[in-house]
């Protein structure tokens, strides 16, 4: 059974850094992509960031210039860094895999991490 184990959130002042962490579990064939979403009480979840096992990165312009994904491949981990954090990037911060799974690597699936929270106030 594969797992995603989220960690890193917190409570930070305006203007501080969090790193998040994702970790998938064994019985991984192969990751397509992973990725970090957020939603804030009240709002869709929406995408933050998310890069492909190639190194291919997409961010939302909201992340863009503030907030680094990073992955490494050996590990099945992938790494939020955001820096400059405003009261608005509240939200509970979710992981997303796309991987394909030992013993039924021709299917492609989607899973997700328990959530993470994220407050930044003052």
């Known amino acids: 059974q594969v797992q995603l184990v989220e960690s890193g959130g917190g409570l930070v002042q305006p203007g501080g850094s969090l790193r998040l962490s994702c970790a998938a579990s064994v019985s991984i064939f192969s990751i397509n992509a992973m990725g970090w979403y957020r939603q804030a009480p009240g709002k869709q979840r929406e995408l933050v960031a998310e890069i492909t096992s190639g190194g291919s990165t997409n961010y939302a312009d909201s992340a863009k210039g503030r907030f680094t994904i990073s992955n490494d491949n050996a590990k099945n981990t992938v790494y939020l860094q955001m820096n400059s954090l405003k009261p608005e990037d509240t939200a509970v911060y979710y992981c997303?895999?796309?991987?394909?799974?030992?013993?039924?690597?021709?299917?492609?699936?989607?899973?997700w991490g328990q959530g993470t929270q994220v407050t930044v106030s003052s």
């Open positions: 997303n895999a796309e991987l394909r799974v030992r013993g039924d690597p021709l299917r492609v699936r989607d899973y």
